[in-house]
Every structure is written in structure tokens, then in C-alpha cells.
């Protein structure tokens, strides 16, 4: 027997499954932002694959759809994955991903990373059991929104009004803001709401927050959102140019010098994301795979930063920061 012709009866003989695995497998990664924006989300995500056997250009190949920060996009860019006929589909980065990715297949396997409730948005019935071709990751960086209005009033506890911008186009924003509403009512302060969805629009808030100031507002809250904390070192450049007393869901923030941060690991949802994945790739049937919910969260503390803005950052807070940046 001529060498070809064994070898081709040896993969014939393999069990379809062994024959299967010869192929590598493509999975789709629906990105709501920018390459660059994105980067230490995709770095852990990937590792997370790693954990779980998989290596891109190794053994996986990846498809990525990028939506620039534009919502409206999602739709098209995950039909274009699914018509690619990947075998998972990766949505993370927040509500509108994985509502993208749901609405576009019921057949294609999803995970989605984000930090709202996945129930209450409708993603899945149940936490244990989510069913179906979907399961992910939820972080607590939607429902800690409150205790970031609670943090700045500590700072900034003379203030009888905080600034609060909102993504006007997220699915979380209404109950995120009836949340903030209900925690300003205990606190005894009042809300001054701002709306952005463009990072034209950030340029239009700090100039008002400068008149703001002269009617009490003492500081800015920005609620949780993928376009928000992608654009945490735009932010902060701004808060800091304009002198404004910020606290933002992404330790990239106060990093960058913004105030103070508090919110989910995003490395934590991100890597466990890239294992969900690829235990799916091993045959794990996604409904099958509970919705895990990442109960880390940090505290940053830019230290220098309340310093410049005349903030003595009381020590009880500073003892109960994650990372103070001196």
C-alpha cells in the first residue's frame, strides 16, 4: 500500500469527532468598539482561551467585527458572522452586544460579557439555566452605579447637587438613572442629568459643567456603559483639564488621572469569557453553562488628583481602596 493511501486510511479510521478536530475551528468576536479601544479587554478574553486550550493562529481563527462605539452597527456586523456560519459567537462589552448577538440567531452558540443584569434585559430566563444557544458573564458594574453617587459624596460631601451623564441610547439607562435618583433622595442631594452618546458630546458637558458649578454642582457621575468606559482616558483628560471632581466605572480612569473609579473587573469577565468559549468549542452546550456573575469589584483612588482639586480624601475610604494612586 502506497504511502497516500495509508495515510488517508488512518483519518478514515479515526472516530468522526477525532476527524473533526483537524479542522480549526472560527469563531466570531462582535467588538462594540475600536481594535485600539479594545485592546486589554481582547488580551484577557484571549487569555482566558488559553486557559481552555485554544490559541489564535495556533489552533482557533477569529473573526472580528469592530462597531466603532456606534450602536446601530451591531445588527449588521453579527449578520455578517452569522452568515460566516462561525461556530460561536463572542459578544462582549455590554447589554447592546448581547442583545445584537440574541436577536440575530438561535442556532449559532453565543457568550456575552457585560455588566447589567442579563434577566432583567431580557438576554436570558435564568441564571442557572439560561437555555438555548446562550450563556456569559455579568458583572456588577450596573448595579454598583449608586454607590459610585455614594463614594463622590464622601469626597465632596458640601455639594447639594451632582452631574450625571448617561448614554441616552443604552438599554440600562432609565433604570440606571432610577437608581441614582433613589440614592440622591437618601443622600439628600439633587441631580443635574447630562446626556451623551458621541464623543462630540463631551466637550458639550464639561463647558456646561463649568456653569453648573456656580449653582452647586460639586462633582460628575458617569453611569455604566460600554462608551463611557472605552473612552475612560478621553474622559479623564477632560475632568482633569477642567478641574472636575469625576468617578468613572473603569480603573482606566483614575489611571489616567481621573478621580476615583469603582466597578467590575473587566479582566475577570473578559478571561472568563475566553474560557466559556472554548469549553463550548470542546462540545459544552451553552444553555447548559450557568450565567456566571463576576462579584469582583475595585476601588481606585487617584490620590494626586484630589490633591490638585483640594479633596482631602478621608482615610477610612482610602483603607477600603483596592489601589491608591499617589
Avoid: C
Avoid at 483537524?22 to 485600539?36: A, D, F, K, V
Avoid at 457621575?221 to 473612552?231: E, G, Q, Y
Avoid at 475612560?232 to 482606566?252: F, I, K, M, N, Y
Avoid at 483612588?301 to 478621608?314: C, D, E, H, S, W
Amino acid at each position: 500500500m502506497r504511502r497516500r493511501e495509508f495515510v488517508a486510511g488512518l483519518v478514515l479510521a479515526l472516530p468522526i469527532g477525532a476527524r473533526a478536530q483537524q479542522t480549526i475551528p472560527t469563531i466570531g468576536y462582535l467588538g462594540p468598539e475600536s481594535p485600539t479601544r479594545f485592546a486589554s479587554r481582547v488580551k484577557a478574553f484571549q487569555d482566558g482561551l488559553a486557559e481552555a486550550g485554544y490559541v489564535e493562529s495556533r489552533n482557533l481563527k477569529i473573526e472580528y467585527r469592530w462597531a466603532e462605539g456606534q450602536y446601530d452597527r451591531l445588527p449588521s456586523l453579527v449578520e455578517d458572522l452569522v452568515q460566516q456560519q462561525v461556530a460561536v459567537i463572542v459578544a462582549p462589552g455590554g447589554a447592546p452586544v448581547g442583545l445584537a448577538a440574541k436577536s440575530a440567531t438561535t442556532t449559532i452558540p453565543i457568550v456575552f460579557e457585560m455588566g447589567g443584569d442579563p434577566i432583567r434585559l431580557g438576554v436570558v430566563d435564568n441564571l442557572s439555566r439560561p437555555g438555548g444557544n446562550i450563556t456569559g458573564i455579568s458583572s456588577l458594574s450596573v448595579e454598583v452605579g449608586p454607590k459610585r453617587l455614594e463614594l463622590l459624596h464622601e469626597l465632596v460631601p458640601t455639594a447639594s447637587t451632582m452631574a450625571v451623564v448617561v448614554n441616552p441610547t443604552s438599554p440600562t439607562a432609565k433604570s440606571q438613572l432610577s437608581n441614582l435618583q433613589e440614592t440622591a433622595n437618601a443622600l439628600g442631594l439633587k441631580l443635574q442629568i447630562l446626556q451623551g452618546s458621541t464623543e462630540e458630546d463631551f466637550v458639550l458637558i464639561f463647558a456646561s459643567l463649568a456653569q453648573l458649578s456656580l449653582t452647586g454642582v460639586g462633582g460628575l457621575v458617569f453611569t455604566s456603559d460600554p462608551f463611557f468606559a472605552n473612552r475612560s482616558e478621553q474622559l479623564a483628560a477632560l475632568a482633569v483639564r477642567h478641574g472636575v471632581p469625576a468617578v468613572h466605572q473603569s480603573r482606566d480612569f483614575p489611571i489616567a488621572g481621573g478621580l476615583v473609579s469603582f466597578g467590575g473587573s473587566f479582566v475577570t469577565s473578559h478571561r472568563q469569557a475566553g474560557v466559556y468559549t472554548g469549553r463550548i468549542l470542546k462540545g459544552e452546550k451553552p444553555g447548559d453553562l450557568p450565567v456566571q456573575q463576576v462579584t469582583k469589584v475595585e476601588l481606585l483612588i487617584n490620590a494626586r488628583t484630589a490633591q490638585t482639586l483640594g479633596i482631602k480624601v478621608p482615610a477610612a475610604l482610602l483603607a477600603r481602596a483596592d489601589e491608591v494612586i499617589e
